[in-house]
């Protein structure tokens, strides 16, 4: 069963985010972002369908990273996750007629999502979740709604600005990492750390020349240190970060681009990149295609 909505349900249904009191991303006090919850979501979708369900329930249980600023980061203080990945998912959750505070989320690492998803465990993964074919064979994917790749993060006074600068030069990621084997490529000297967090101290002390990594990770770094830290290079690799949902609700992926489509359309897309990831003084992307979802 494929989402079906009216016309006139389309258009009463997006979302306006509005900002107040930018701050640094990943931090205490940082964006502020409002969401705009559809009423009477329910009655706009198909019986049977996972978002009438939802929107019927109130409630919907969404995997954010915890660790990455910028993307999805939640502090021992925080009431709820912040950064450009939990903005998705308050535009996906308000179309179904649920507000901020009634979204579950749960903390999702790179090795989970596709249990989580398969077991139900969450209803949506928005965790810098890069869509693959293998990936697509398990779990549903739909996106992307952001376009990264690999890039550099530098002191700001850094005389790296282009790739070719990299030669003989220390730079640093998470262990194991196939940044760290696309940088030695590049004839870097690679060094591996447990976390992204040591990796970015390293930079910051000087006892590193640069940090590689997906360039989103990386502006939600600059971001929390913007008069210190800065990202350059054009990206090297690419990676498109896609909404997960299970395979055993189909229907969900129409309506989860048509939604974002709405929100790229409209600037609501545009105003969460702006409030998170656009903290640190990158410009705002276009926003990119969206794949068209496979056939019932």
Request: glycine letters at 10%; charged letters at 30%.
């Amino acid at each position: 069963m494929r989402f079906i909505r009216t016309k006139a349900a389309l258009a009463v249904t997006g979302l306006a985010l509005s900002l107040a009191a930018c701050g640094d991303a990943g931090e205490e006090g940082g964006e502020s972002v409002d969401v705009d919850v559809a009423e009477n979501a329910a009655d706009e979708f198909e019986d049977g369908s996972k978002m009438k369900e939802l929107a019927e329930s109130g409630s919907i249980k969404i995997g954010v990273k915890y660790d990455q600023p910028g993307i999805g980061f939640k502090g021992a203080t925080d009431d709820m996750p912040k950064g450009f990945d939990p903005e998705i998912g308050k535009i996906l959750a308000g179309d179904l007629g649920i507000a901020p505070e009634d979204i579950e989320w749960e903390e999702t690492i790179s090795d989970n999502r596709e249990p989580f998803l398969q077991e139900g465990q969450v209803d949506l993964v928005i965790a810098s979740y890069s869509i693959t074919d293998e990936r697509r064979e398990v779990v549903g994917q739909a996106g992307p709604y952001y376009v990264t790749g690999q890039q550099l993060l530098v002191k700001s006074d850094s005389d790296i600005e282009t790739l070719e600068d990299v030669k003989g030069t220390e730079v640093c990621s998470v262990t194991g990492s196939t940044s760290l084997e696309n940088i030695k490529a590049e004839g870097a000297k690679p060094r591996g750390f447990d976390t992204y967090s040591e990796c970015v101290d390293q930079v910051l002390s000087g006892t590193v020349d640069a940090m590689t990594t997906d360039g989103a990770i990386l502006l939600g770094y600059a971001a929390e240190n913007p008069e210190e830290l800065k990202v350059v290079v054009e990206p090297f690799s690419e990676e498109r970060y896609g909404v997960g949902y299970s395979l055993d609700t189909p229907e969900m992926c129409e309506w989860i681009v048509e939604t974002l489509t709405e929100a790229q359309e409209e600037g609501t897309w545009a105003e969460a990149f702006e409030a998170t990831l656009g903290q640190s003084g990158v410009e705002t992307p276009e926003p990119p295609a969206m794949d068209e979802c496979p056939a019932a």
